[in-house]
């Protein structure tokens, strides 16, 4: 059963025209994490949703942002996007980030090109 | 600074074989610190999660260790197979989580 879904898989886009990424979860988690990940590198965390509160990354470019309508569903926006912008964007959801055990679930990812 | 090392970075290993990755950590506060497994073009997959208090824990084949005193960590595979090519990742939870860049691991027939 699919928990965190992540749509498109794949999505192309133009220098400079905005896109948004997609991701729903059935797990009614608390908390919705945005990460970027570029070829052999770890993931970097963008910014994440503790139910409706927001978190920003410091170093996290003004040129993404982020909207939660409600609990299931989390968008990606980048206004603009940069050649360096392309990379797989990886979705994740956890209960309780108090928790020892806070496990995050990862969706299979968006991997975004940038023309 | 907060930090997870993995060694080695790639590693190429023949079907059947054992290997053992490594990770060192300079993580505070600790919380736990976690397996995961990262098919080329998919999101991560939770293998192991081990607390301050756990040394060992076993998922099949996969079986993780931790040593809270020297901040290290091991991921022993058994009897490795071809679906086992994938990165592997050691993440550390602290206040949030900390990523290390993982090992890519290749199971070759």
């Known amino acids: 059963d699919a928990m965190v879904i992540q749509n498109p898989r794949y999505q192309v886009t133009q220098f400079g025209k905005p896109v948004t990424l997609s991701c729903s979860q059935t797990l009614n988690h608390n908390v919705m994490y945005w990460y970027q990940q570029k070829s052999s590198q770890a993931p970097k965390l963008l910014f994440h949703?503790?139910?409706?509160?927001?978190?920003n990354e410091a170093d996290t470019p003004d040129n993404f942002q982020s909207r939660r309508p409600n609990t299931s569903f989390c968008f990606l926006d980048i206004r603009s996007p940069g050649l360096g912008d392309a990379a797989m964007y990886l979705c994740a959801t956890s209960r309780d980030p108090g928790s020892s055990y806070n496990e995050q679930f990862f969706g299979p990812g968006t991997r975004l090109t940038v023309l | 600074k907060n930090q997870v090392e993995q060694s080695p970075q790639s590693l190429i290993i023949l079907e059947g074989k054992n290997c053992t990755l490594q990770?060192?950590?300079?993580?505070?506060?600790?919380?736990?610190l976690r397996w995961y497994k990262q098919d080329t073009g998919r999101g991560p997959v939770s293998l192991t999660i081990?607390?301050?208090?756990?040394n060992t824990k076993s998922n099949g084949r996969y079986t993780a260790t931790l040593d809270a005193d020297t901040k290290q960590s091991s991921l022993h595979i058994t009897a490795s197979q071809l679906s086992d090519s994938a990165s592997y990742i050691c993440v550390v939870t602290s206040l949030k989580l900390i990523f290390g860049t993982g090992t890519r691991l290749q199971v070759f027939p």
């Open positions: 949703y503790y139910d409706k509160d927001f978190n």
């Open positions: 081990m607390t301050f208090s756990e």
């Open positions: 990770c060192n950590y300079t993580v505070s506060p600790f919380s736990n």
